[in-house]
Nanobody, 119 residues
C-alpha cells in the first residue's frame, strides 16, 4: 500500500491550497484518513481526520479555515486550506487506516508535501 500526497507549494498569506492524498495497492478496506503537519523544530501535530462515515475533526488552529473530505471511489483524501497563515508553513503528511485483508488493519503514511506560506 502506498499513499501519494500532492498539492503543496508556496502561497501568499490569505491564499488557498488543496492537498490530495491517494492510496493505492492491495487495499481490502479503508477506514479513517488524516492529515498531520510538522514545522521545523516542532513535533508532528494532527491537523484533521475523517472517518468512514464522514465525521470530521480539526485542530483548533485550523478550524473554520481547513476542510477535509474523501472520495472512497478513488481512495483519496483532500484537505482544502483557505485563509492560509505563515504559521501553517510545514510539511503535511497524510495517513490512512487500511486493511489489506479482512481484520488486518494498520496505519499507512504518505511521504509529505511542503506547504510554505510567505509573502
Amino acid at each position: 500500500v502506498q499513499l501519494q500526497a500532492s498539492g503543496g507549494g508556496l502561497v501568499q498569506p490569505g491564499g488557498s491550497l488543496r492537498l490530495s492524498c491517494a492510496a493505492s495497492g492491495s487495499i481490502f478496506s479503508t477506514s479513517s484518513f488524516g492529515w498531520y503537519r510538522q514545522a521545523p523544530g516542532n513535533q508532528r501535530e494532527r491537523v484533521s481526520t475523517i472517518t468512514r462515515s464522514g465525521a470530521t475533526k480539526y485542530s483548533d488552529s485550523v478550524k473554520g479555515r481547513f476542510t477535509i473530505s474523501r472520495d472512497d471511489a478513488k481512495n483519496t483524501v483532500y484537505l482544502q486550506m483557505n485563509s492560509l497563515e505563515p504559521e501553517d508553513t510545514a510539511v503535511y503528511y497524510c495517513t490512512a487506516h487500511i486493511a489489506t485483508k479482512a481484520h488486518q488493519w494498520r496505519d499507512y503514511w504518505g511521504q509529505g508535501t511542503q506547504v510554505t506560506v510567505s509573502s
